[in-house]
């Protein structure tokens, strides 16, 4: 069965750390580039970061830039996001996906919630 | 990395069609052929319908076809059905990045 499935969400205090994982089954994960993707109450879908298929390459949007970092294990067929010095602008829904293609997401994770709060 | 320009919301009858407009710049949606659809439905994971501008994984049904014109893409549902009622999301690469619009939900009255 072709899924992604997530872990590691919860709840956190301001400026503290959580790591997200998001386990690969059911087909080739060394073939895809990952991306992160969350989406705040009430709001939209927000590109977060993305990795290459060799982990080499790894792009984040500017509102994540020096506090979030994407990794991967390709023999564990894992993604992972280190997320730092969370604020509550960071409280969303997290979710994984493949890129087929030119930012075709075309497999997703359940996504897991991450909220950010005193 | 502004977010690309969505109506917030769209509406049309079974078995009209509804077109959502999606515009950007051309450091985005005007510079690749790198667009995709999302349909959206609360407590789901998104769902990818369009690729590559008017391109269709397998499975999605050819009531929804994408097209772009210059700096903005489009998303049309042919023949509304009830099941299509959802928020429908586009995204595009942007050099190095990617940016996502700002999302329209579609009604089925």
């Known amino acids: 069965q072709v899924q992604l499935v997530q872990t590691g969400g919860g709840v956190v205090q301001p400026g503290r750390s959580l790591r997200l994982s998001c386990e690969a089954s059911?087909?080739?994960?060394?073939?895809?580039?990952m991306h992160w993707v969350r989406q705040a109450p009430g709001k939209g879908l927000e590109w977060v970061s993305i990795?290459?298929?060799?982990?080499?390459?790894?792009i984040y949007a500017d509102s994540v830039q020096g506090r979030f970092t994407v990794s991967r294990d390709n023999f564990k067929n894992t993604l992972f996001l280190q997320m730092n010095s969370l604020g509550p602008e960071d409280t969303a829904v997290y979710y994984c996906?493949?890129?087929?293609?030119?930012?075709?997401?075309?497999?997703w994770g359940q996504g897991t919630l991450v909220t950010v709060s005193s | 990395q502004s977010a690309l320009t969505q109506p917030p919301s769209a509406s049309g009858s079974p078995g009209q069609s509804v077109t959502i407009s999606c515009t950007g710049t051309s450091s985005d949606v005007g510079g690749y052929n790198y667009v995709s659809w999302f349909q959206h439905l609360p407590g789901n994971a998104p769902k990818l319908i369009i690729y590559?501008?008017?391109k269709r994984p397998s499975g999605v049904p050819d009531r929804f076809s994408g097209s772009k014109s210059g700096n903005t893409a489009s998303l049309t549902v042919s023949g509304l059905q009830a099941e299509d009622e959802a928020d429908y999301y586009c995204n595009s690469y942007a050099g190095n990045s990617y940016v996502f619009g700002t999302g329209t939900k579609v009604t089925v009255l």
């Open positions: 590559e501008v008017n």
């Open positions: 990795i290459s298929t060799d982990g080499t390459i790894k």
């Open positions: 059911g087909f080739s994960f060394t073939a895809y580039s």
């Open positions: 996906a493949t890129d087929m293609a030119g930012g075709a997401f075309d497999i």
